[in-house]
């Protein structure tokens, strides 16, 4: 019986090394899919108080035109920089705001993917440069 196990034991070890390898694989498809977890997010934005300019700039987005400079041109804050908010911890921005830009796979202003929510302070188109 002794003889019976030690074979069964290595290719248990082999097929568990595939499985570590394959499990390897999931774990980078898997990455693709969903995010890390993050403390913080290096965020840009355009804020438009009503829904027609927040449209306006979302076709302007979905044309190709980068983000910062459709935030330059219909974002109504402060973050005139492109939109730029900066990094950002958990917990420091408006709660819808903060879960839409979690969400957000990290992207560029000149590829930019994108989210919308609404908040109190009107329509916010959201990007996420960076996570950490």
Not at 66 to 81: H, L, N, P, Y
Not at 103 to 132: A, Q
């Amino acid at each position: 019986m002794a003889g019976g196990k030690k074979p069964n034991d290595k290719s248990g070890k082999s097929s568990s090394s595939k499985s570590s390898q394959s499990n390897n694989k999931d774990e980078k498809s898997g990455d693709a899919g969903k995010l890390k977890a993050a403390n913080s997010i290096n965020t840009r934005h355009i804020l438009c108080e009503k829904y027609s300019k927040k449209e306006e700039a979302l076709t302007k987005l979905r044309a190709g035109a980068k983000f910062d400079e459709v935030a330059r041109e219909f974002s109504e804050d402060k973050a005139r920089q492109g939109g730029s908010l900066g990094w950002k911890v958990r917990g420091s921005l408006d709660a819808a705001f903060e879960k839409a830009a979690y969400d957000l796979e990290p992207s560029t202003t000149g590829n930019p993917k994108f989210g919308e929510v609404k908040t109190g302070h009107g329509y916010h188109i959201i990007m996420v440069e960076g996570r950490k």
